[in-house]
Structure formats: C-alpha cells, structure tokens
C-alpha cells in the first residue's frame, strides 16, 4: 500500500473500524470483504471491552490481541483463526500508516504465530458406497433433499440456504407445483443456478438474505435423475414459503415456512453423522464430517473421475479467470456431458 505513515493523518476518528471500511470500499474492496472484515473487528472490539473493559479499539495492546487469539482456540479452526488474526493485523497496519494509530500491536503477535498453520487439512475419507449408505440412513424428504443437493453439486451452505424456486429448472409433471426459472435457465433444463449475488443483508429477489453466496461469478450446475428425485421427494411435501421470494428450502419445524438457515443445515448434517460415527464434539476438521466436507467429497471425487480440473473449478464457482468462459459458453457440450457422465450416485439407485 502506498499510504506512508502519518500522512494526510485524520482527526477525530471516532470509529475506527467504519472509517477502515470506508477507505477499504474507496480502495475497491467488494462488499463481501468488507462485511467479512467488519464482522471480525467488531467481534474483537466487543472482546476488549467485555474482557478488559477498553472501549476504543486503538488503546488494544500485543497482549489484548494474544488474549484474543488465545480465546479463539478450541472454537475455531486454526486456518479460521490465521484468517481472523490477519484481518486484525491489516486493519492495525493500515490505521497506523494512515496516522489514526501510532502503532500496529498485531505485528510482533502475526510474527510468533505459526506459519505452518494448516490450511487444507487432511479429512476423513469415505466412499462412494459408504456415504451412499449414509444417505440411505436419512429419511425425511427436506433433510435427504439438502444432503443430496450439497454432495451433487458441491456447493456451500450459505448458497443452498439462498436458493429460490426460480434458481432451479426442473419438469415437474408430477406435481402441481408451478415457478418460472430465472432467465439464465431458459436454455439449461435440468440444472441449478447458482448467483454470485447474495450477500448477507442485501436485498434479493424481495428478500433480505441473512447468508451469503462466496462464489466468483454465477455457476449452472447439472441436475442428474437422482438429484431430482431428491428434489421433487421435498417439493412434494414443501410447505408455502413464508417469503415472496419462494426459498426452495423451507424449515418444517418452529420457523415452518421461513428460508433454512445455515445453523438449521449444519445441524441435520450434524445429527446424522453423529448417528453414524462421523461427528464427535470437538473431533475438529479431521474428524468430523460437516456441510463443508460434502464440498471436499464433491471436489475430490468428479475431479478424480472427470480428470478435468477446470470443469471441478467451474462447478465450485472458483475460478473468475476468462478460462472459465470456456465452460460457461459450451455448458452442454463440455460441463453437461462430463458431470453426467462422471457423476457419482449415493442413494439406493446407484449402481
């Protein structure tokens, strides 16, 4: 950053974290990023104050910050807990290059926290047959249908929470149940789109979204015959939706008819691999099988049967590089054909 210290230095900052996101936003930073930055420092300005009753979050010395760290341990992964500890450590550095800090008290702790901290961490590795068996475990029609739905398409939680009717192109003669998809659909059947848009707070299709999508740019993912089966399984029995906006997935229980949440799927992934040994409380990233993991077996397994790593890429929504026009531009031929061919199957149908 070109910023020297002291220059142009401002006064009278009286939030320090907004007036960081303003010069975060003027510096081109998407909304997203700021909202991930904001929601970091806010949590550690209500640490300061409620462990060490400091209000102002440029009074925080090394050892508030060490404290901070410390306290994030055993609740968060240690890639999560590097994350947070360098949002800090930008948000220190930058104040104090601008002139609002006189110095940045993150910088000797970033120095003593490991640098090997691991980022992409070894997992549990199950089978196509054993998670088949896994989803054969699980009867109710929306709790199947999430589960399906986040291994078949490899998407996040807060994506699937934030899937409308409209984002889903699929026959439906079975049921008298009508929606129009969206326009990027109309010559995509069978499949799912998947909107770089949402964000937490923002206003999409009527609604104020509480989850946000994390993906690179928009993503169409094939629907294969056991993805609709799961689908219209749930359709079958969806509730009317609460909102204009139609969420596909609704909750059946104390919220009946509003969207699902991101808390509500973690615990439908969380209650059923308890009961099949994958989840153990503080088993951490190796261990426990998560909504998260089902992206990891996704990933892993098309990749290993596609061999094509910029299909597995478009599909995760990874990838904003031109190379991906590619795939976008020739969906049939070159992204339809090969995820249904390579795709695998775990329900009872599959082979």
Not at 172 to 186: A, I, K
Not at 315 to 339: F, K, M, Q, S
Request: charged share 30%; aromatic share 10%.
């Amino acid at each position: 950053m070109a910023t020297e210290p002291g220059t142009d230095a401002p006064e009278d900052v009286t939030d320090p974290i907004s007036y960081f996101l303003d010069d975060q936003r003027y510096h081109g930073k998407s909304e997203r990023t700021l909202e991930a930055y904001e929601r970091v420092l806010r949590r550690f300005e209500a640490f300061l104050r409620e462990r060490f009753d400091i209000d102002a979050i440029g009074a925080a010395q090394r050892r508030e910050c060490m404290a901070w760290i410390h306290s994030l341990r055993g609740a968060f992964e240690s890639s999560t807990i590097a994350t947070y500890a360098s949002y800090l450590n930008r948000f220190y550095d930058y104040m104090t290059r601008v002139g609002v800090f006189d110095d940045n008290p993150m910088a000797l702790v970033m120095e003593e926290m490991s640098e090997s901290i691991d980022t992409n961490p070894t997992r549990r590795d199950i089978s196509v047959d054993e998670m088949g068996s896994f989803v054969d475990a699980i009867v109710h029609p929306l709790e199947r249908a999430v589960v399906v739905t986040l291994l078949k398409t490899g998407m996040r939680v807060g994506e699937l929470c934030n899937l409308d009717l409209r984002d889903l192109h699929i026959e439906t003669p079975e049921l008298e149940l009508e929606w129009t998809p969206r326009v990027g659909l109309e010559r995509r059947p069978s499949s799912v789109f998947i909107s770089s848009e949402p964000a937490r707070g923002t206003d999409i299709n009527g609604e104020a979204r509480t989850a946000s999508n994390k993906r690179k740019r928009d993503t169409v993912v094939p629907i294969d015959g056991e993805l609709r089966r799961a689908l219209l399984e749930w359709l079958a029995i969806r509730p009317d939706a609460v909102s204009p906006a139609r969420p596909l997935f609704l909750d059946t229980r104390d919220s009946w008819g509003e969207r699902l949440t991101p808390s509500d799927v973690r615990y439908i992934v969380e209650k059923h691999a308890r009961e099949r040994g994958w989840y153990r409380t503080g088993g951490g990233t190796q261990e426990n099988v998560t909504p998260h993991y089902f992206r990891h077996f996704f990933t892993t397994h098309l990749r290993d049967r596609t061999g094509d790593r910029g299909i597995v890429q478009y599909l995760r929504g990874d990838v904003a590089g031109d190379v991906i026009d590619t795939y976008t531009h020739n969906w049939g031929d070159r992204v339809r054909e090969t995820y249904l061919g390579c795709i695998y199957t775990v329900t009872g149908q599959r082979k």
